[in-house]
């Protein structure tokens, strides 16, 4: 679509240099008065923003061609997500340069890309395509149980992973939805990459007929109110914060339309007395990655007292080998936080309540020296004394999304005791995506499965953050999830269960008041 309105994606490195020079030189390109000829050399690229006119024909393109698109058969779709999967193999690098030249750190771009493929694996989508439709014969009928697009899904993927997060929310198109989705204007052109160059494709190898697919880039807010209020828009599929999201899902409802939440986390992940420590720390230490901006990594840690010296030793080792860096310096994980006064704001918070500081806690530059005003910020590790009152620390309590993790040292009492409390714990935490533990005892290691009902995936003795096939890798409870959370696999979410029964012969009444006998017998 052609417009007179773009925004522009400017190069870390020149944020890096002068933040306010290469903000200013945004803006100025955004409202015309640059050259952009002569600013290329901080430029990565531009996008247009869509009007509102556009916003509207791409919900009425969605739903010209939902009928159609519906009415094609599942084997068919599916070959979509088999299509994605192919030209993510074949276009990952060129790909992972874009995201990493938008702002991604190398590594977890290349995180993203690995989750991809296991989200579009043949045995993700296999077993949700299995639940798909289930047959069978009873009494002379034929019946069968199904599952029924809800329509067209309005799709808004979150700013910090926006690429792998759109590809993630089209996955309601193999259930015979249209989508609609919204690029957001801080980081549009992984998106933009991700749809032209691996989903478009697919979609014209099958047939899927025009307005399948729409794209755009805008505000969120006058996009997100236009879908409340269009009755064209069935679903609307939401990830960002738990305020605006929760608030979203009220809305939704009100209009009777289906909200899917993918909102904030704060994982608890255990460590009883026989881990293997090492390897708890490294996955401890996932969550420093990204600046901690990425809702599915640890957000606080229940250490065994037996271990817990030993366990705060290596999960500070490992953080002070965490560095900043330029999105495309291989060994870089951490990413700048332009806005961090509320990180220091937790921190104090954490100490006025008898938190200690066993690591960080300070602004870093680049290349790693402390500094007053640095954009990165120092991974951080809070130790914490008791159980009882450590959720009245904002830190612990809440999604911190900073490299911020608080260890909470239970107080000693018997370990079938401690067990107890420590599940009990993680399953009144008010989100619930991802926990894991760490132990090698197969009793608590049972236990703990057993009981713990809180979150959308548990990890044992695993990556709390890698993903895995089958499984699914985003969806949770409470105020991940909302109210009507759960583990997320977008085919199924964004479709509803519908019974059919064909029969041949029946006697109506014969079939109502017979049934009785016919079930108990002489």
Same mark, same amino acid.
């Given at each position: 679509?052609?417009?007179?309105?773009?925004?522009?994606?400017?190069?870390?490195?020149?944020?890096?240099?002068?933040?306010?020079? %290469?903000?200013?030189?945004?803006?100025?390109?955004?409202? #015309? &008065?640059?050259?952009? =000829?002569?600013?290329?050399?901080?430029?990565?690229?531009?996008?247009?923003? !869509?009007?509102?006119?556009?916003?509207?024909?791409?919900?009425?393109?969605?739903?010209?061609?939902?009928?159609?698109?519906?009415?094609?058969?599942?084997?068919?779709?599916?070959?979509?997500?088999?299509?994605?999967?192919?030209?993510?193999?074949?276009?990952?690098?060129?790909?992972?340069?874009?995201?990493?030249?938008?702002?991604?750190?190398?590594?977890?771009?290349?995180?993203?890309?690995?989750?991809?493929?296991?989200?579009?694996?043949?045995?993700?989508?296999?077993?949700?395509?299995?639940?798909?439709?289930?047959?069978?014969?009873?009494?002379?009928?034929?019946?069968?149980?199904?599952?029924?697009?809800?329509g067209v899904v309005a799709v808004n993927p979150p700013?910090?992973?926006?690429?792998?997060?759109?590809?993630?929310?089209i996955l309601p198109l193999l259930s015979g939805n249209?989508?609609?989705?919204?690029? *957001?204007?801080? =980081?549009?052109?992984?998106?933009?990459?991700?749809?032209?160059?691996?989903?478009?494709?697919?979609?014209?190898?099958? #047939?899927?007929?025009?307005?399948?697919? $729409?794209?755009?880039?805008?505000?969120?807010?006058?996009?997100?109110?236009?879908?409340?209020?269009?009755?064209?828009?069935?679903?609307?599929?939401?990830?960002?914060?738990?305020?605006?999201?929760?608030?979203?899902?009220?809305?939704?409802?009100?209009?009777?339309?289906?909200?899917?939440?993918?909102?904030?986390?704060?994982?608890?992940?255990?460590?009883?007395?026989?881990?293997?420590?090492?390897?708890?720390?490294?996955?401890?230490?996932?969550?420093?990655?990204?600046?901690?901006?990425?809702?599915?990594?640890?957000?606080?840690?229940? !250490?065994?007292?037996?271990?817990?010296?030993?366990?705060?030793? +290596?999960?500070?080792?490992?953080?002070?080998?965490?560095?900043?860096?330029?999105?495309?310096? *291989?060994?870089?994980?951490?990413?700048?936080?332009?806005?961090?006064?509320?990180?220091?704001?937790?921190? +104090?918070?954490?100490?006025? &309540?008898?938190?200690?500081?066993?690591?960080?806690? +300070?602004?870093?530059?680049?290349?790693?020296? !402390?500094?007053?005003?640095?954009?990165?910020?120092?991974?951080?590790?809070?130790?914490?004394?008791?159980?009882?009152?450590?959720?009245?620390?904002?830190?612990?309590? @809440? @999604?911190?999304?900073? /490299?911020?993790?608080?260890?909470?040292? *239970?107080?000693?009492?018997?370990?079938e005791r401690l067990l107890d409390l420590m599940i009990?714990?993680?399953? %009144?935490?008010?989100?619930?995506?991802?926990?894991?533990?760490? %132990?090698?005892?197969?009793?608590?290691?049972?236990?703990?499965? !057993?009981?713990?009902?809180?979150?959308?995936?548990?990890?044992? $003795?695993?990556?709390?953050?890698?993903?895995?096939?089958?499984?699914?890798?985003?969806?949770?409870?409470?105020?991940?999830?909302?109210?009507?959370?759960?583990?997320?696999? /977008?085919?199924?979410?964004?479709?509803?269960?519908?019974?059919? %029964?064909?029969? #041949?012969?029946?006697?109506?009444?014969?079939?109502?008041?017979?049934?009785?006998?016919?079930?108990?017998?002489?």
């Open positions: 679509m052609p417009s007179d309105s773009h925004v522009y994606t400017v190069t870390t490195a020149s944020i890096l240099d002068d933040v306010f020079e %290469s903000l200013t030189l945004k803006r100025r390109l955004e409202r #015309g &008065k640059a050259d952009v =000829a002569e600013a290329a050399d901080f430029v990565v690229g531009r996008c247009a923003v !869509a009007d509102d006119e556009t916003v509207v024909r791409a919900t009425e393109a969605a739903a010209g061609a939902a009928r159609q698109w519906a009415g094609m058969p599942l084997s068919t779709r599916m070959k979509l997500g088999e299509g994605i999967r192919r030209r993510l193999h074949e276009r990952h690098a060129d790909f992972i340069d874009l995201l990493t030249a938008e702002g991604t750190p190398r590594k977890l771009a290349e995180w993203q890309v690995a989750g991809l493929l296991e989200i579009f694996s043949e045995e993700t989508l296999g077993w949700c395509a299995e639940q798909m439709e289930h047959r069978f014969e009873h009494g002379g009928r034929q019946m069968f149980l199904r599952r029924l697009p809800d700013q910090n992973a926006p690429a792998s997060s759109a590809l993630f929310g249209t989508v609609v989705l919204r690029a *957001p204007r801080s =980081a549009p052109l992984g998106v933009m990459f991700a749809m032209r160059e691996l989903v478009l494709p697919a979609l014209q190898e099958i #047939g899927a007929p025009d307005g399948t697919l $729409n794209v755009f880039c805008a505000r969120p807010g006058p996009v997100l109110q236009h879908w409340l209020k269009s009755p064209q828009i069935n679903d609307i599929f939401f990830t960002g914060g738990v305020t605006r999201g929760l608030e979203l899902e009220q809305e939704c409802l009100a209009v009777g339309k289906k909200p899917i939440l993918e909102l904030a986390g704060n994982d608890c992940l255990i460590v009883w007395r026989d881990a293997d420590l090492d390897a708890a720390a490294e996955a401890i230490s996932e969550c420093f990655f990204g600046s901690g901006q990425i809702c599915m990594v640890p957000n606080q840690v229940l !250490a065994h007292p037996a271990i817990a010296d030993e366990l705060l030793a +290596r999960v500070k080792a490992l953080a002070e080998q965490i560095r900043p860096g330029l999105p495309d310096d *291989p060994q870089a994980l951490l990413s700048p936080v332009l806005r961090s006064e509320r990180f220091f704001d937790y921190v +104090r918070d954490a100490l006025s &309540k008898g938190a200690g500081v066993v690591h960080g806690a +300070r602004r870093l530059e680049t290349d790693g020296s !402390a500094s007053d005003t640095g954009l990165f910020l120092e991974p951080t590790v809070l130790r914490i004394d008791g159980l009882d009152a450590c959720r009245e620390i904002e830190a612990v309590r @809440e @999604e911190t999304f900073f /490299p911020l993790i608080p260890v909470v040292v *239970p107080e000693s009492v018997p370990d009990d714990y993680v399953n %009144s935490n008010a989100y619930g995506l991802r926990n894991s533990l760490w %132990s090698a005892d197969q009793r608590v290691i049972d236990e703990y499965v !057993a009981r713990v009902s809180n979150g959308g995936l548990l990890k044992i $003795n695993d990556s709390h953050i890698g993903f895995l096939p089958f499984m699914p890798t985003h969806g949770g409870t409470g105020k991940t999830g909302g109210a009507f959370g759960e583990a997320n696999y /977008p085919m199924l979410r964004t479709t509803h269960l519908q019974g059919v %029964s064909i029969a #041949g012969g029946v006697r109506p009444r014969e079939a109502v008041f017979g049934a009785y006998a016919a079930l108990t017998g002489p």
